[in-house]
């Protein structure tokens, strides 16, 4: 059965093509920096917002046509599997990325439940022997029963605890099996509401054991992904743990678990944390955390996590600005953790969206690599800082000063000369080869 019948394999047709079902940008062959863009992007597909996302908002129901809908339960649950790999097929994507729960449906019990993904992760491993289509990252959803209200392994009940534990364990054994190239942790609600009721220490220690549990299992059957935390503020909960990537990197050293974690940053979280989405992968990377990428965008206008497909040219520009110059994302990706409006509702909406957000990161990677071969913001910030590499700066910068002989060194300076940041000309160079690339 074709769920995509209306759409055929989209290829790459260049920026002059008029088929809104091809890529004008993103060509899996075309080189960066020696590399070729399928194999420096890592595109996945979320499967939560793609396969099972209903369109539905805190004010209104479900708004999605889909064909695999009029089944229910596991035939629903099955049916998704096969769209799902037919759309892997006819996008080319190397990737995808699921949560237990999107897989599988939750019954009754725990035990019933993991029969439940058993079940499923066997289709998805048969589909796997004939598909170019990998997992990228697999995790546990922890966030959305209501078990789960005050966090999961945070929670002040110690079952929840091991509930969580569970499901851990199985996610890093379903990781195992189907080949999965990292595990990611995203604390949906450990966080907490008030400190009138929380005993803040127990909980972050809680979450380090829990850490350093999974580092175990992963240790004693053999998997090897590379474990990415996914730092995200407010929403749902008021204090969030893992903030942001600061908030996280801080954790994972006081708690000696620097060396097994990496981060998969995702643009909107950035933005709802007060940050740039560049600000959170510089902050990543230049501490060499930086492992993965959610791909999507917000909007400025509200204060939620819309999960808008990225089509900001900047914000695709200065982010592959950053995985360049991280000499790539390693076993991550560029996931597309996001959805269609609830307007854009036809299953070929769904074409059409990822075709935008590749064809935009495409952009961003050919502009970024000209402003790094030009070293057009190096050479700036060279010569910003140019006074650390001679005199008293240079002395600063090799431990050869302290207070005492600074002192000495201000009580003798006539004038300080700072120099001008150039913002706006800096933007402008920036705009200029954002408009070049447009040219072609």
């Not at 190239?181 to 907490?192: A, D």
Request: proline share 3%.
């Amino acid at each position: 059965m074709s769920y995509f019948s209306n759409v055929k394999q989209v290829t790459y047709e260049g920026p002059n093509s008029t088929n809104p079902f091809s890529f004008k940008y993103y060509n899996p062959d075309e080189l960066i920096n020696g590399e070729k863009m399928e194999e420096l992007f890592r595109f996945a597909v979320s499967y939560w917002h793609t396969f099972t996302g209903e369109g539905t908002d805190p004010f209104g129901q479900s708004t999605m046509v889909r064909p695999y809908n009029k089944f229910s339960g596991m035939d629903l649950a099955k049916a998704r599997v096969e769209a799902s790999f037919e759309f892997f097929e006819k996008m080319n994507v190397p990737y995808f990325c699921f949560h237990d729960s999107d897989i599988a449906p939750e019954s009754n019990s725990l035990r019933e439940t993991f029969q439940n993904v058993d079940e499923i992760v066997g289709i998805i491993k048969e589909n796997l022997k004939t598909s170019k289509t990998k997992l990228l990252w697999n995790t546990a959803n922890m966030f959305s029963h209501p078990r789960w209200l005050n966090g999961a392994a945070t929670s002040p009940n110690a079952e929840v605890f091991a509930y969580a534990a569970a499901k851990v364990k199985k996610g890093l054994e379903i990781g195992k099996e189907l080949g999965a190239q990292n595990y990611v942790f995203w604390g949906g609600r450990e966080g907490y509401e008030t400190l009138l009721n929380t005993d803040m220490k127990l909980e972050l220690d809680n979450l380090a054991r829990f850490f350093h549990m999974a580092v175990d299992y992963a240790k004693e059957i053999g998997f090897d992904g590379q474990f990415l935390i996914e730092p995200k503020p407010k929403e749902p909960t008021k204090h969030q743990y893992d903030f942001d990537v600061a908030t996280g990197l801080s954790f994972l050293q006081n708690y000696g678990l620097k060396d097994y974690f990496k981060f998969n940053i995702e643009a909107n979280h950035a933005t709802l944390a007060g940050h740039t989405f560049e600000h959170e992968l510089r902050v990543a990377r230049i501490h060499g955390m930086l492992g993965s990428v959610d791909a999507n965008q917000g909007d400025t206008l509200l204060g939620w996590d819309t999960d808008e497909f990225p089509t900001d040219l900047y914000s695709t520009t200065l982010a592959m600005y950053e995985i360049l110059k991280n000499d790539g994302l390693g076993r991550g990706g560029l996931n597309f953790d996001a959805k269609v409006r609830r307007g854009s509702f036809d299953p070929e909406d769904l074409f059409l969206a990822h075709i935008a957000g590749m064809d935009s990161f495409a952009v961003g990677a050919k502009v970024a690599q000209r402003l790094i071969d030009d070293k057009v913001f190096d050479h700036f910030i060279e010569d910003r800082y140019s006074s650390y590499k001679e005199g008293i700066g240079l002395d600063i910068m090799e431990g050869k000063t302290n207070f005492h002989q600074l002192e000495q060194y201000a009580l003798g300076i006539d004038k300080i000369e700072n120099k001008s940041g150039r913002q706006e000309n800096l933007k402008a160079i920036l705009n200029k080869y954002l408009i070049d690339a447009y040219r072609g």
